[in-house]
């Protein structure tokens, strides 16, 4: 099993930018791929961006490619997510995922969740 602590989330105006963190703790950080997905009100969970720890893969939503980005500390177990150019569709709460294997971009390919972190864009 992992736990995923997410970090970082907070209330900010549009065209700034957040670095959310999530803390993965987990003896086999290596064999997981990890990512965020997030969930506006009133919408379904939609995913945003993914990456294999080992080999530094990633994955993005068209959503966000350009504006966001995601690295990794394998010191640190931590995967951030640098948020650039935010916009108010960008609202939403964030949550930190994790899978041994990456399935895919839906909900149910991650099996483990974080609690979720807030973010909000104001215009």
């Known amino acids: 099993q992992v736990q995923l602590v997410e970090s970082g989330g907070g209330l900010v105006q549009a065209g700034d930018s957040l670095r959310l963190s999530c803390v993965a703790s987990?003896?086999?950080?290596?064999?997981?791929?990890l990512g965020w997905f997030r969930k506006a009100p009133g919408k379904e969970r939609e995913f945003v961006v993914a990456?294999?720890?080992?080999?530094?893969?990633?994955y993005y939503a068209d959503s966000v490619k350009g504006r966001f980005s995601i690295s990794r500390d394998d010191g640190k177990k931590t995967v951030y997510l640098q948020m650039n150019s935010l916009k108010p569709e960008d609202t939403a709460v964030y949550y930190c995922?994790?899978?041994?294997?990456?399935?895919?971009?839906?909900?149910?390919?991650?099996?483990?969740w974080g609690q979720g972190t807030q973010v909000t864009v104001s215009s």
């Open positions: 995922v994790a899978d041994r294997r990456y399935g895919g971009r839906a909900v149910g390919a991650f099996d483990y």
């Open positions: 987990t003896r086999s950080i290596g064999s997981y791929t």
């Open positions: 990456i294999r720890w080992s080999g530094d893969m990633t």
